[in-house]
């Protein structure tokens, strides 16, 4: 049998359009609730979003408060005591922030916030501007759980939902002076 080759019927056209691709299904989200609500209000004021700033907004609006209050001039006269930091210091601070400063006189103490504060607050920052202090963490019953030495240039961010009581020393010859930052 003799071979038969057949010519193509038509040559190849060399164009540039786009030919088009069979559509492919969509995916549709209308039965994903979580993904087709969010950004929407949700009618209910205890799901209501709020915007609380990270970690890095608490410390360094800590540290922009303990750079301004280097300065002696704007320490506080009564010490011992948590005290609102001097307007010019809070006028720095951007955002939502409560400022508030304590002078701690050597081998005195302060405790932290009251556990009133903390539910009211959900983060906390300690920024030691001079001196020499510890935070001292203590367990319900009184056991001491942690000491840690609050160094200079570092702030110290902890949440609110810790179980006992903190308090603030002061470890060394020469008087503390210490920032709080909480939102």
């Known amino acids: 049998m003799p071979q038969q080759t057949s010519a193509p019927a038509t040559a190849p056209r060399a164009t540039t359009e ?23 209000t949700s009618g209910y004021a205890h799901l209501g979003a709020r915007r609380l700033p990270t970690l890095g907004q608490v410390a360094a609006a800590a540290r922009d408060a303990a750079t301004a209050l280097r300065r002696p001039t704007l320490r506080p006269a009564r010490r011992g005591h948590w005290l609102p930091a001097p307007r010019s210091v809070r006028r720095r601070i951007r ?62 961010v902890m949440g609110s939902g ?22």
């Open 162 to 183: 810790a179980r006992g009581s903190r308090h603030l020393v002061n470890t060394g010859e020469e008087v503390a002076v210490l920032v709080r930052v909480t939102v």
């Open 95 to 156: 955002g939502r922030f409560r400022v508030t400063s304590v002078v701690l006189e050597p081998n005195s103490f302060i405790a932290g916030p009251s556990s009133r504060d903390e539910h009211r607050h959900t983060l906390e920052a300690l920024y030691l501007v001079s001196g020499r202090a510890h935070l001292i963490t203590s367990a319900p019953d009184g056991q001491m759980l942690s000491a840690a030495e609050l160094t200079p240039d570092r702030a110290r």
């Open 18 to 40: 786009h030919t088009p691709r069979p559509r492919t299904a969509t995916v549709s989200l209308d039965g994903i609730g979580d993904v087709v609500d969010a950004g929407r």
